[in-house]
C-alpha cells in the first residue's frame, strides 16, 4: 500500500470517536471529508484523497432547514464521480457547532462552524472594543460547550489599557484573554502556543477587527485575502464573504468568518446566563427559588448591585441578553405549533381530495 499521498486527516481533527460515528453510518464504506468551504450549492470537502467538490444528494436536502445542512466543519461521507468531484450521500451528527439567529428572523438559527474546539471572540483595540458584546458572543459559545477565547487585537493602537483590563475582569474565569497585533509577531506567540494539534478554531467578531490578518498571521502565509491587501492592489477594501477553514503548520484548523453586524442568540439553555455572568453564587442566596432578580424581596442578585459587588452594568447585560433568550425560545415554539398545524392542515386536504 502507498500512502504518501494521502492527506493526514488527523492534522484536521479527524479521531477514534469520529471513526465510531462513521462506523454507525449505512454509507459507512464511502470515503469521509471535512467541508472546508460552502459555496451557493456546492461543497468543498477535504479528505484522505485530496480536495473534492461536492454536491448534497436530493435525500440530504429533503426535509431539512437551512441550518441542518452542512457548514464549514462538519464530517460528511461522500461518493467521489472523478478524482476531484463527488456527492455528499450523509454527515455526522453535529457536535459543538456555533449558531447564531439568522439576520431578520425571530427563531431561525444559521450554522456557522461545526467540531469547533475554541471560539475566538476578535474585537479590535479601537471604537471596537465593547465587553456587552463580547459577553454575547461568549454566552452562545459557552452554551455549545465551546472554550470561548477573548482576542483583543490591534494592540499598537492607543488605547487605555487600565480601563480595558478594568471593563473585563468579570469574564477571565470564563475565558482566556490575548492582546495581540499583526504588526508585532512576538504577540502571537502565545496565541498560537494554545492552539492543539487536530484543534478546530472558529474567528468571530465585527468586521475590520483583523479576524482573516490573524488567522493569515497565525499560518505563516497569506491564504486569505484581506483588506490591507487588496488596498494595495487597488481594489479597495476586502472583506470576508465567506466561512473558511485554513490549516496551521503544526497545529490546528482556524476558520475564518465573515464579520457581523450583529449576533443574535439562539440559547436553549437561558438559565446559562446566570453561571457564565458570574450571578448565580448570588442567585442562589434570593429568597425565593424563582426568584427573576427583577424586583422581588430578598433578591440577593439586586442586594449585590445595590453594595456595589455586582456591576450594575453586568446586570443589565444579564437582563438584557435573558429577554432576548426568552423571546427566542418562545418564537421558536409558536413556530413549531404553526408548523404541526401547517402539516395537519396539508394532510386533511389530502385525505379530502381522496375522498
Ligand atoms: N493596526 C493594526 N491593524 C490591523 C491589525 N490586524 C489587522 N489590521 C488591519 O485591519 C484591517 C482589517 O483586517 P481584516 O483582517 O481584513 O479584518 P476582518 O476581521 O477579517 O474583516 P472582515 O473580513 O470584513 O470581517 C486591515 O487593513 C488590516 O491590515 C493589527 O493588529 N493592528
Ligand atoms: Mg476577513
Ligand atoms: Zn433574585
Given at each position: ?145 465551546i472554550q470561548p477565547v ?44 494554545s492552539i492543539a494539534a ?133 418564537s421558536k415554539q409558536e ?21
Amino acid at each position: 500500500m502507498c500512502n504518501e499521498n494521502k492527506t493526514d486527516m488527523t492534522r484536521y481533527g479527524w479521531n477514534n470517536s469520529l471513526r465510531q460515528l462513521q462506523q454507525a453510518s449505512i454509507h459507512k464504506t464511502l470515503p469521509y471529508g471535512r467541508v472546508t468551504v460552502v459555496h451557493r450549492t456546492c461543497y468543498d470537502i477535504i479528505s484522505e484523497n485530496g480536495l473534492f467538490q461536492c454536491e448534497l444528494t436530493g435525500n440530504m436536502l429533503y426535509g431539512k432547514s437551512a441550518a441542518e445542512l452542512p457548514c464549514t466543519g462538519d464530517w460528511v461521507l461522500f461518493q467521489p464521480l472523478d478524482e476531484d468531484k463527488g456527492i455528499i450521500v450523509d454527515m455526522l451528527p453535529r457536535e459543538r457547532t456555533l449558531y447564531r439567529r439568522k439576520s431578520g428572523t425571530v427563531a431561525d438559527k444559521q450554522a456557522i462552524a461545526a467540531y469547533v474546539d475554541k471560539a475566538f471572540i476578535v474585537q479590535s483595540l479601537d471604537d471596537n472594543f465593547n465587553v456587552r458584546r463580547a459577553e454575547r458572543f461568549m454566552v452562545q459559545i459557552l452554551e455549545e460547550k465551546i472554550q470561548p477565547v477573548l482576542v483583543l487585537n490591534k494592540a499598537d493602537l492607543a488605547f487605555d489599557s487600565a480601563a480595558v483590563t478594568a471593563a473585563i475582569q468579570h469574564l477571565r474565569h470564563q475565558m482566556p484573554v490575548f492582546f495581540t497585533s499583526i504588526h508585532q509577531p512576538e504577540t502571537l506567540l502565545a496565541l498560537k502556543a494554545s492552539i492543539a494539534a487536530g484543534e478546530t478554531v472558529v474567528f468571530t467578531g465585527s468586521s475590520g477587527v483583523g479576524k482573516s490578518s490573524l488567522v493569515n498571521a497565525l499560518c505563516d502565509q497569506q491564504a486569505l485575502l484581506t483588506s490591507h491587501i487588496s488596498e494595495s492592489t487597488g481594489k479597495g477594501r476586502h472583506t470576508s464573504t465567506r466561512r473558511e477553514m485554513v490549516l496551521m503548520e503544526g497545529a490546528g484548523v482556524l476558520i475564518d468568518t465573515p464579520g457581523v453586524r450583529e449576533f443574535g442568540l439562539v440559547l436553549d439553555n437561558p438559565d446559562l446566563l446566570e453561571q457564565a455572568l458570574e450571578i448565580s453564587d448570588y442567585a442562589a442566596a434570593c429568597r425565593f427559588r424563582d426568584c427573576q432578580h427583577i424586583n422581588e424581596a430578598g433578591c440577593a442578585v439586586i442586594a449585590a448591585v445595590q453594595d456595589g459587588n455586582l456591576d450594575p452594568k453586568v446586570y443589565e447585560s444579564y437582563l438584557k441578553l435573558r429577554r432576548e433568550a426568552w423571546h427566542y425560545s418562545a418564537s421558536k415554539q409558536e413556530k413549531k405549533k404553526w408548523e404541526k398545524s401547517l402539516s395537519r392542515m396539508v394532510e386533511e386536504a389530502k385525505n379530502i381530495s381522496k375522498h
